[in-house]
């Protein structure tokens, strides 16, 4: 079976300081991947998605970025972080038109930049 | 760009009342799925509709996708506390790859 982990569950950063949150997907090949961020009490809304390795496409012009070093591997980053990066972030992949499409999410991470 | 919205953000009902939340879409979609999300937890998928006027049932949970597949519904009937949570619609449109979220409609449940 498929399972998508994320880590760390929870982190306190300073304002800029740098960022990585990694993504790691288990039972599956070529999966779509997906980063997104839910502020405190908002919707989801889409950072990045990569459709396989090294394709990246970027949604939100902002001070983060991403990366596919590896087909199951999923890693968000900052240089420098601001006070409006704080939020829960979570990862997805997508199953295929046989698994309804859905995506699969991970447990994400509450950042909290101070 | 596609835009997605819902309503209400927030819904408080007494336990055994009806709850419906709305979702409308700014473009024609291929299909619209449903998320719940638990408060502290992650969203987990609900459902899938494809089809034009579809309408599907789990248990208490009626989806309806409209004719036009520009809007959608989820009505909860006889809520329990166990429905308590946000829910999320999602579109699928122009790109294959990506999904529009709703920004969700928070239910409570006064036991």
């Known amino acids: 079976s498929q399972t998508i982990h994320q880590w760390p569950a929870t982190l306190v950063q300073p304002v800029g300081s740098p960022l990585s949150l990694e993504c790691t997907v288990e039972?599956?090949?070529?999966?779509?991947l997906y980063w997104y961020r839910q502020a405190a009490g908002r919707g989801l809304q889409l950072l990045f998605y990569s459709v396989g390795i090294g394709q990246i496409s970027s949604e939100v012009p902002q001070n983060l970025s991403a990366s596919r070093p590896q087909d199951r591997q999923f890693i968000l980053s900052s240089k420098k972080l601001l006070l409006s990066d704080s939020g829960f972030y979570l990862c997805?992949?997508?199953?295929?038109?046989?698994?309804?499409?859905?995506?699969?999410f991970g447990p994400g991470t509450r950042l909290t930049v101070l | 760009g596609q835009q997605v919205m819902q309503i209400p953000q927030y819904q408080h009902v007494q336990e055994g009342e009806d709850f419906t939340t709305y979702c409308n879409s700014s473009t024609t979609l291929s299909n619209i799925q449903w998320y719940k999300q638990r408060p502290g937890g992650h969203p987990v998928f609900l459902i899938q509709?494809?089809?034009?006027?579809e309408v599907k049932k789990q248990k208490r949970l009626t989806f309806q996708f409209g004719e036009a597949k520009k809007n959608s519904s989820l009505h909860i009937t006889a809520t329990q506390t166990t429905d308590v949570g946000t829910y999320f619609c999602?579109?699928?449109?122009?790109?294959?790859?990506?999904?529009?979220f709703g920004k969700g409609t928070l239910l409570t449940v006064n036991p």
């Open positions: 039972g599956t090949s070529n999966p779509n």
């Open positions: 999602a579109g699928l449109g122009g790109s294959n790859y990506k999904l529009t």
């Open positions: 509709l494809v089809k034009s006027g």
């Open positions: 997805a992949w997508r199953g295929g038109p046989l698994r309804n499409n859905e995506q699969f």
